[in-house]
């Protein structure tokens, strides 16, 4: 779902050098070098909690964050140095034990014949992985 927003973001800005999305089951360092040699993104957003990429990143010679950032889509709540998405694990619990309960309530049991998905707002963590904006806008 994260890759089709950002394919689809790409598309409608038209931008006419959209940059692939780096997508393998065994990603490897040289992939992953040429790929940043062929694009020179600004920033990547990634799903993995690891310190692969800073490490990878390191080896192609960038700087975090003035050369290029990163964001994780799926950042670790105790993660408060990197910049990402916290998903808010203890809230997503929270809400599938009260669909549970719920249905305990109605006295449903089994497998539902109509699944319900519950989306839990994660919340935006600014951390040191990114370039930070100023606020304050040209002529203020």
Not at 59 to 82: E, F, I, K, T, Y
Request: proline share 7%; with cysteine; hydrophobic share 35%.
């Amino acid at each position: 779902q994260w890759c089709a927003g950002f394919l689809n973001d790409q598309y409608l800005r038209n931008t006419g050098h959209p940059v692939p999305v780096l997508m393998s089951p065994e990603l490897t360092f040289p992939q992953f070098a040429g790929w940043m040699r062929e694009h020179r993104p600004d920033a990547i957003l990634h799903a993995d909690r690891d310190d692969r990429l800073t490490d990878w990143l390191e080896r192609c010679g960038a700087r975090v964050p003035d050369d290029v950032g990163h964001a994780c889509l799926d950042l670790s709540a105790d993660d408060r140095a990197n910049t990402g998405i916290d998903p808010e694990a203890r809230r997503v619990g929270a809400a599938a034990m009260e669909l549970l309960a719920a249905a305990r309530g109605r006295n449903e049991r089994g497998e539902p014949e109509h699944p319900m998905t519950v989306l839990v707002k994660g919340t935006w963590q600014a951390g040191n992985s990114t370039r930070h904006q100023n606020a304050a806008r040209p002529g203020t």
